[in-house]
């Protein structure tokens, strides 16, 4: 999964990208959690304007249940864990449905 990002403004902080896969009936079924880039392209690097392609491979877990499923998104701050909200919301994104299969 690619995602691309567009920095509005420079990080106040370091930021940890979660990518999450759920599953047909919810289940967390595959995940990443780490620094954008793989560790290689931190977000305290970044400057406004600046447009970066994340790349995260994600495997889903053999006991996934077939069917539709979800992308999620997150994003944290790396210091305190704290989980940032968007646009006044959750800080939780559905980026797309997946189809789950066996």
Do not use: F, H
């Amino acid at each position: 999964m690619s995602l691309y990002w567009q920095a509005l403004a420079a990080p106040e902080a370091e930021r940890t990208v979660s990518v999450r896969i759920l599953d047909a009936s919810g289940i967390l079924v595959g995940q990443y959690d780490g620094l954008s880039g793989r560790g290689k392209r931190p977000t305290n690097w970044c400057k406004r304007g600046w447009r970066v392609r994340d790349v995260y491979d994600l495997s889903v877990s053999s006991s996934a249940q077939p069917g539709t499923g979800r992308t999620e998104l997150l994003v944290y701050d790396t210091r305190s864990g704290g989980r940032l909200a968007w646009d006044g919301g959750t800080g939780q994104v559905q980026l797309c449905d997946v189809v789950v299969s066996q």
